[in-house]
């Protein structure tokens, strides 16, 4: 199949990649230029465990190509998906400038019949919104449906290669066996292409997302509570989790959930639920809370100090909003960098992917390391803020010796509290009393 992927972001270049991997011919558009420059020279902009090998194999192979011109790259294709961000407007809801400005251009570049996706996260009415605008350009027949994305960023292209399920929001009959085909491959050991209405394929994204960030708050609420009566979250999850109706996946207590959905995801939905005057105040809950554990981990720092952080020098592992990706957008790491910043502390960090985009946030304020232990030296404490593997099982007595004093505030519970204390180090974590 001939396939156009506007907006080569996190989700549009997995799905451009990955679509090309199974043999079609895809062509991925992007207004960056700067990014389509990069990826035509072999670059992969992000941080995604096995895509580079993957757009380079398919690139030279002549399936995957990318171009800047977005009417062109929607005349080749017969299939287009919309993949372009959908950041928050000011008042919560999802601003769709990049949505409807993509469904002009298709409009007046629709040569031929074509079916056009709406693959970013978008409220229900969306596809309505794309049809009625390409409509206004065409008089050539087209349809719209609503595929919403599921991967995620660290996992991406195996979770695209290998979805649990694939949801697809469309009425016509040509639709559904044309997305049919196009994800045969991807499902063929029979996790389920689910077919329903546009609304509802549409609302499933947002309810998914706001259901995680649920779990995680919950979570994040009982390890607080953990802290204050003497109980241990990490025992309270496993006996939670191994009842099957609960399951262990997503129990982990955290800094607080970040990253370009879940956020977004919650704020959006609650938007769309007041405009309806549907009261969804789980959600305004989750999201309060949400607010108050990103500023949790610093608390925790300035506790250990009495709140003296003035002229205090502060190593923190992990920038990015979670392990094996790049993306800072809303990381819990800004939260806590601001307020270390703030309180007179000076920060020296390292990240395994996500120093270039950290730059762009704090620029010369902080002090940048490329090895995890370089950045202890001579630091009053170290504050763990994201998952890597590397920081996973580091070597304690290497880290006693680099740091001034040994403090650790873990905000992923990677370490045992007991082995720390018994190292010699004072060891701050989530949800485990101190
Ligand atoms: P992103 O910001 O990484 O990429 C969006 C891309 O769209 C950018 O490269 C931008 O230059 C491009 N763009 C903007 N306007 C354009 C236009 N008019 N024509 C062509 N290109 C244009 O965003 P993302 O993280 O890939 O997310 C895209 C959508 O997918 C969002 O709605 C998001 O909520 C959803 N989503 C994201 C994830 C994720 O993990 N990142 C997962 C599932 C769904």
Redesign the pocket.
Known sequence: MNVGV????????VVGACLAETGNRVVC????ER?INQLRAGRIP?HEPGLEPMVQRNEAAGRLRFTTD?GAAVEASSVVFI?????PDEDGS?DLK?VL??AN?IGEHMNDTKIIIT????PVGTARMVHDTIAAKTATPFHVCSN??????GS?VNDFMKPDRVVIGATSEDVKSTLSELYGPFIRTGNPLIFMDIASAELT?YAANAMLATRITFMNQIAELCENVGADVALVRKGIGSDERIGPAFLFPGPGYG???FP??VRALLRTASERSVTLDVLSAVEEGNFRQKKRLGAKVAAVFDDALAGKRIAVWGLAFKAETD?MRESPAIDLVESLLEKGASVQAHDPAAMTNARRIFEDRIAYHDDMYDALEDADALVVVTEWLAFRAPDFQRMKAGLKTPVIVDGRNLYDPDKLRALGFTYRCIGRSA
């Open positions: 506007i907006g080569t972001g996190y989700v549009g270049l558009a992007d207004v960056d990014k992000i977005v993949a372009v961000g959908t950041p999802a990049h400005a993509v251009t693959k970013s996260t978008v919403p994305e599921f991967l995620k960023e991406a994204k990253g370009s959905c977004k995801d993306d």
